[in-house]
Protein backbone atom coordinates (compact mmCIF):
# COMPACT_ATOMS: atom_id res chain seq x y z
CA UNK A 1 0.00 0.00 0.00
CA UNK A 2 0.68 3.49 -0.96
CA UNK A 3 -0.53 6.95 -0.28
CA UNK A 4 -1.31 8.96 -3.59
CA UNK A 5 -3.07 12.60 -3.91
CA UNK A 6 -4.41 13.93 -6.88
CA UNK A 7 -7.03 16.30 -7.78
CA UNK A 8 -10.21 15.32 -9.77
CA UNK A 9 -12.26 17.61 -11.32
CA UNK A 10 -11.35 20.56 -9.07
CA UNK A 11 -11.53 18.29 -5.93
CA UNK A 12 -8.68 16.75 -3.37
CA UNK A 13 -8.23 13.28 -3.17
CA UNK A 14 -5.94 11.27 -0.77
CA UNK A 15 -6.01 7.74 -1.04
CA UNK A 16 -4.23 4.89 0.22
CA UNK A 17 -3.67 2.35 -2.79
CA UNK A 18 -2.34 -0.91 -3.57
CA UNK A 19 0.27 0.43 -5.65
CA UNK A 20 -0.73 -1.57 -8.84
CA UNK A 21 -3.81 -0.01 -9.15
CA UNK A 22 -4.14 1.49 -12.07
CA UNK A 23 -6.45 5.37 -12.14
CA UNK A 24 -8.54 3.88 -14.29
CA UNK A 25 -9.54 1.67 -11.18
CA UNK A 26 -9.00 4.69 -8.69
CA UNK A 27 -11.37 6.80 -10.28
CA UNK A 28 -14.20 4.26 -10.67
CA UNK A 29 -13.67 2.14 -7.89
CA UNK A 30 -12.41 4.18 -5.19
CA UNK A 31 -13.27 7.76 -6.00
CA UNK A 32 -17.03 6.09 -7.70
CA UNK A 33 -16.11 8.30 -11.05
CA UNK A 34 -18.06 5.82 -13.27
CA UNK A 35 -18.24 7.98 -15.80
CA UNK A 36 -14.93 6.81 -17.10
CA UNK A 37 -15.43 3.19 -18.69
CA UNK A 38 -13.60 0.61 -18.73
CA UNK A 39 -13.43 -1.54 -21.75
CA UNK A 40 -10.54 -3.79 -23.01
CA UNK A 41 -8.19 -2.59 -20.05
CA UNK A 42 -5.49 -3.50 -22.50
CA UNK A 43 -4.90 0.11 -23.58
CA UNK A 44 -6.99 -0.58 -27.54
CA UNK A 45 -10.34 1.16 -27.09
CA UNK A 46 -9.95 4.32 -25.74
CA UNK A 47 -13.30 4.21 -23.01
CA UNK A 48 -11.16 4.89 -20.08
CA UNK A 49 -9.76 8.24 -21.65
CA UNK A 50 -9.15 10.69 -19.25
CA UNK A 51 -7.75 14.40 -19.50
CA UNK A 52 -4.73 14.47 -16.77
CA UNK A 53 -2.99 18.00 -16.84
CA UNK A 54 -4.34 19.15 -20.20
CA UNK A 55 -3.43 15.96 -21.79
CA UNK A 56 -5.82 12.90 -22.79
CA UNK A 57 -4.36 9.57 -21.63
CA UNK A 58 -6.24 5.76 -21.36
CA UNK A 59 -6.15 5.50 -17.50
CA UNK A 60 -6.06 1.82 -17.86
CA UNK A 61 -2.61 1.99 -18.89
CA UNK A 62 -1.52 4.24 -16.09
CA UNK A 63 -0.73 3.54 -12.26
CA UNK A 64 -2.22 6.01 -10.07
CA UNK A 65 0.54 6.46 -7.84
CA UNK A 66 2.30 8.03 -10.92
CA UNK A 67 -0.23 11.03 -10.41
CA UNK A 68 0.99 12.36 -7.59
CA UNK A 69 -0.12 16.48 -7.29
CA UNK A 70 -1.69 15.90 -11.08
CA UNK A 71 -4.97 17.66 -12.15
CA UNK A 72 -7.44 14.70 -13.56
CA UNK A 73 -10.49 15.42 -15.62
CA UNK A 74 -12.81 13.25 -15.86
CA UNK A 75 -16.22 13.42 -17.80
CA UNK A 76 -18.37 14.43 -14.65
CA UNK A 77 -16.08 17.50 -14.68
CA UNK A 78 -16.40 18.29 -18.17
CA UNK A 79 -20.05 18.99 -17.70
CA UNK A 80 -23.39 18.37 -15.57
CA UNK A 81 -26.31 17.90 -16.78
CA UNK A 82 -27.67 21.30 -16.55
CA UNK A 83 -23.83 23.00 -17.76
CA UNK A 84 -22.97 21.04 -20.64
CA UNK A 85 -19.50 21.20 -21.78
CA UNK A 86 -19.80 22.37 -25.76
CA UNK A 87 -18.48 19.00 -27.22
CA UNK A 88 -21.33 17.08 -24.92
CA UNK A 89 -24.12 19.77 -26.41
CA UNK A 90 -22.54 18.93 -29.65
CA UNK A 91 -22.61 14.88 -29.58
CA UNK A 92 -26.36 15.17 -28.79
CA UNK A 93 -27.04 17.89 -31.25
CA UNK A 94 -25.30 15.39 -33.90
CA UNK A 95 -25.91 11.92 -32.19
CA UNK A 96 -22.40 11.06 -31.91
CA UNK A 97 -23.25 7.75 -29.50
CA UNK A 98 -25.87 5.33 -29.43
CA UNK A 99 -25.42 2.67 -26.40
CA UNK A 100 -23.03 5.61 -24.94
CA UNK A 101 -20.34 3.07 -23.74
CA UNK A 102 -17.33 4.75 -25.81
CA UNK A 103 -18.93 8.16 -25.27
CA UNK A 104 -17.14 10.00 -22.12
CA UNK A 105 -13.76 8.57 -23.91
CA UNK A 106 -14.77 9.77 -26.51
CA UNK A 107 -15.30 13.13 -25.20
CA UNK A 108 -12.66 13.60 -23.07
CA UNK A 109 -10.22 13.08 -26.35
CA UNK A 110 -12.54 15.13 -28.79
CA UNK A 111 -12.09 17.94 -26.15
CA UNK A 112 -7.95 17.38 -25.96
CA UNK A 113 -7.63 16.90 -29.75
CA UNK A 114 -8.95 20.37 -29.98
CA UNK A 115 -6.81 21.92 -27.67
CA UNK A 116 -3.35 19.90 -29.59
CA UNK A 117 -4.60 21.08 -32.78
CA UNK A 118 -4.97 24.38 -31.29
CA UNK A 119 -1.86 24.51 -29.88
CA UNK A 120 -0.06 23.28 -33.39
CA UNK A 121 0.90 20.03 -32.54
CA UNK A 122 0.80 18.14 -35.76
CA UNK A 123 -0.29 14.51 -36.64
CA UNK A 124 0.45 11.35 -38.66
CA UNK A 125 -1.71 13.34 -41.47
CA UNK A 126 -0.69 17.20 -40.66
CA UNK A 127 0.59 17.90 -44.32
CA UNK A 128 3.17 20.43 -43.51
CA UNK A 129 4.72 19.40 -40.12
CA UNK A 130 6.12 23.03 -39.62
CA UNK A 131 2.29 24.59 -40.52
CA UNK A 132 -0.50 24.84 -37.76
CA UNK A 133 -2.43 22.24 -38.25
CA UNK A 134 -6.28 22.60 -39.09
CA UNK A 135 -9.15 20.50 -37.46
CA UNK A 136 -10.05 18.98 -40.99
CA UNK A 137 -12.11 16.16 -40.91
CA UNK A 138 -8.99 13.70 -41.71
CA UNK A 139 -7.03 15.50 -38.60
CA UNK A 140 -9.40 14.77 -35.96
CA UNK A 141 -10.38 11.53 -37.39
CA UNK A 142 -6.77 10.39 -37.50
CA UNK A 143 -6.40 11.74 -33.89
CA UNK A 144 -9.32 10.08 -32.56
CA UNK A 145 -8.30 6.59 -34.14
CA UNK A 146 -7.46 5.31 -30.39
CA UNK A 147 -11.17 6.00 -29.25
CA UNK A 148 -13.22 2.71 -30.79
CA UNK A 149 -16.92 2.86 -30.97
CA UNK A 150 -18.32 -0.35 -31.94
CA UNK A 151 -21.78 1.48 -32.69
CA UNK A 152 -19.50 2.65 -35.29
CA UNK A 153 -20.74 6.94 -34.44
CA UNK A 154 -17.79 8.40 -35.86
CA UNK A 155 -18.96 10.41 -38.98
CA UNK A 156 -21.38 11.95 -36.24
CA UNK A 157 -18.43 12.33 -33.42
CA UNK A 158 -16.74 14.11 -36.66
CA UNK A 159 -19.27 16.32 -37.47
CA UNK A 160 -19.96 17.26 -33.68
CA UNK A 161 -16.14 17.92 -33.23
CA UNK A 162 -16.30 20.39 -36.16
CA UNK A 163 -19.00 22.18 -34.61
CA UNK A 164 -16.89 22.73 -31.69
CA UNK A 165 -14.05 24.11 -33.83
CA UNK A 166 -16.23 26.44 -35.76
CA UNK A 167 -16.30 24.87 -39.04
CA UNK A 168 -18.47 22.75 -41.00
CA UNK A 169 -17.39 19.09 -42.63
FE1 LIG B 1 -8.39 1.61 -21.41
FE2 LIG B 1 -9.67 0.19 -23.30
S1 LIG B 1 -10.14 0.39 -21.17
S2 LIG B 1 -8.03 1.60 -23.56
FE1 LIG C 1 -21.82 2.49 -28.49
FE2 LIG C 1 -19.76 4.05 -29.14
S1 LIG C 1 -21.82 4.65 -28.81
S2 LIG C 1 -19.71 1.98 -28.54
Do not use: W
Not at 34 to 50: M, R
Not at 90 to 96: L, R, S, V, Y
Not at 122 to 137: A, I, K, R, W
Not at 141 to 150: D, F, L, V
Request: proline fraction near 4%; glycine fraction near 10%; charged fraction near 20%.
Amino acid sequence: MNTVSFNVNGQSHRLDLDTRTTLLDALREHLHFTGTKKGCDHGQCGACTVIVEGRRINSCLSLAMMHEGDRITTIEGLGDPDHLHPMQTAFIKHDGFQCGYCTPGQICSAVAVLDEVKAGIPSHVSENLLDHPQPTNMEMRERMSGNICRCGAYSNIAEAMAEVAGRTL
